[in-house]
């Protein structure tokens, strides 16, 4: 499965990258830095991100009129 910003499940970084765009490694330096402040879900060892958790925050970052 695929998933999409329409689903609301957890996902993995990799295909939180693929989701919004950002590069993995993007994604991990912004967990350390605290830059952007993407919700992430830490499972034991592993990080998670929840879809809507994804597409709320490229609705706060949407920028220049109405869509």
């Known amino acids: 499965m695929t998933p999409s910003l329409q689903d ?3 996902i993995d970084t ?3 990258s693929v ?3 950002t590069p993995a490694a993007t994604l991990i330096k912004w ?3 605290g830059e952007n402040k993407i919700p ?3 499972i034991g060892r ?3 991100y929840r879809t809507k958790d994804l597409k709320d925050w490229i ?3 949407v920028q220049g009129g109405e869509i």
Do not use: G, M
Request: charged letters at 30%; hydrophobic letters at 45%; glycine letters at 0%.
């Open 8 to 10: 609301d499940i957890i």
């Open 14 to 16: 990799e295909q939180a």
């Open 19 to 21: 989701l919004i765009c």
């Open 31 to 33: 967990r350390s830095t």
């Open 40 to 42: 992430f879900i830490k």
């Open 46 to 48: 592993n990080v998670r």
């Open 59 to 61: 609705e706060a970052h």
